[in-house]
């Protein structure tokens, strides 16, 4: 079985947020971060160079195995994407609420922009995935 590629380290996530350079994109993540760090509880780490991780769980795929972020977030080039463990397809009436989103496999939220965003519904997706037992 192979081992994930994306690891848990201890590069700096200000110094890695200062460093988008779309200043609406940046100014979301700091949103996320906040918000992740008050539901959760927990410091944000970095996990491989470009994803902003809350908490650990051990994760058993079919081809894969390791420790992952509970919550995280990323700010990619074309989305914000929010990474949750929660079987985000079975999640309809809280998705119903959030805004205007995609969704991307079992766990990836694509979001454009906070403003577009109920957050509220947000704060308690990402509760549902902190507490939500582990899926492969």
């Not at 590069?11 to 200062?18: E, M, R, Y």
């Not at 390791?66 to 929660?86: E, H, I, M, Q």
């Not at 079987?87 to 403003?115: A, D, F, R, W, Y």
Request: proline residues 4%; glycine residues 8%.
């Amino acid at each position: 079985m192979a081992e994930l590629k994306t690891q848990k380290n201890d590069a700096n996530v200000q110094k890695f947020l200062k460093g988008v350079t779309d200043d609406q994109k940046r100014a979301d993540c700091l949103a996320v971060l906040e918000l992740m760090k008050k539901v959760t509880g927990e410091p944000a780490a970095m996990w491989g160079t470009a994803i902003v991780g809350f908490g650990t769980i051990h994760y058993k795929g079919k081809s894969s195995e390791g420790d992952w972020p509970r919550v995280a977030f990323s700010p990619r080039k074309a989305n914000l994407t929010v990474y949750l463990y929660c079987s985000l397809g079975e999640q309809t009436e809280l998705l119903g609420k959030l805004g205007k989103h995609k969704l991307s496999g079992k766990s990836c939220l694509q979001i454009k922009k906070m403003e577009d965003i109920h957050i509220p519904t947000l704060k308690k997706l990402i509760k549902k995935s902190y507490t939500s037992p582990v899926f492969g």
